[in-house]
């Protein structure tokens, strides 16, 4: 009876080179991601950037973004409540019920959820957009007529979803203090009046506001940066752009998620 053939390498030596390869590939990507901003962000000081592009990517970005971001807000807002209302009615704080809802939204659920939603329509959007023009060549065709695909093409689109963020994170702020009140007053019969003192009692102020809007930035900064580098760096024809969304949009969502963190534990 033969003795059983030789296997190579034992387990743990594969389980170690699959660890290695993961943590040299997330290396390489996020100097990737670190050297592009670099590059683009030299483009945005000097304002070497096309107007034009800029112009019709907010309205792409921002406009058609309304929406989803309006009906996200209003649901975020009424969802808050619900989970807030067995604790208020317990306790009877029927006027912190505001300072709660502004507290935990302008903070975190305004910027945070935001960000995510965006990330999966304006981020994944933006690779596909750009893996294309890589895939049929059109940047190649740029560097040819000594246009700068920096400044025509990436540099517009990073301005435009950090400038998309912030302003969609304020409309979203809004509208879930509006979803709040509305499912305050109907499910806890909290009044208008009630709600709105207790949110500007003092309780809150522009630091939490601008907490908020401090997270909107990065996380604009990181899904603009993880979209275009996905964009411009897809390999293998039309599966390779499919391949890049998703390696984008999952990229984007680990980002934020980090990016949350350590600026709630810089900031406070």
């Keep these: 009876m033969s003795a059983p053939a030789d296997t190579g390498a034992p387990p743990a030596a594969g389980v170690a080179f699959q660890m290695g390869n993961s943590i040299l590939e997330i290396a390489e990507t996020a100097g990737g991601m670190a050297i592009l901003l670099g590059r683009v962000s030299t483009r945005i000081v000097r304002a070497a950037v096309d107007w034009a592009e800029l112009k019709k990517n907010m309205y792409k ?25 067995p604790m208020v ?25 935001t960000a995510l939603m965006l990330s999966g329509r304006v981020g994944a959007n933006n690779t596909a957009e750009l893996g294309t023009m890589v895939v049929t060549e059109q940047l190649d065709a740029m560097r040819i007529l000594a246009i700068d695909p920096l400044a025509f093409l990436i540099a517009p689109r990073v301005v435009a979803i950090v400038l998309t963020l912030v302003i969609a994170t304020i409309y979203a702020d809004a509208l879930a203090l509006i979803g709040c009140m509305l499912a305050g007053k109907i499910m806890l019969g909290v009044d208008f ?76």
């Design 89 to 113: 009615q317990q306790y009877g704080a029927y006027g912190l019920l505001g300072w709660g809802a502004g507290f935990g939204t302008l903070r975190e659920l305004g910027p945070l959820l």
């Design 61 to 85: 970005m921002a406009v058609k973004s309304t929406p989803i971001v309006v009906v996200t807000a209003l649901f975020v807002g009424a969802i808050a409540v619900i989970q807030a209302a």
């Design 193 to 268: 009046a009630m709600f709105i003192n207790s949110l500007t009692a003092g309780l809150l102020n522009f630091g939490d506001v601008a907490h908020g809007l401090i997270k909107s930035v990065t996380f604009g900064l990181m899904m603009a940066t993880a979209s275009c580098y996905f964009g411009v760096a897809v390999k293998g024809g039309a599966p390779g752009v499919g391949r890049a969304v998703n390696s984008a949009v999952v990229a984007s969502a680990t980002g934020i998620f980090i990016l949350d963190y350590l600026v709630s534990f810089v900031i406070g």
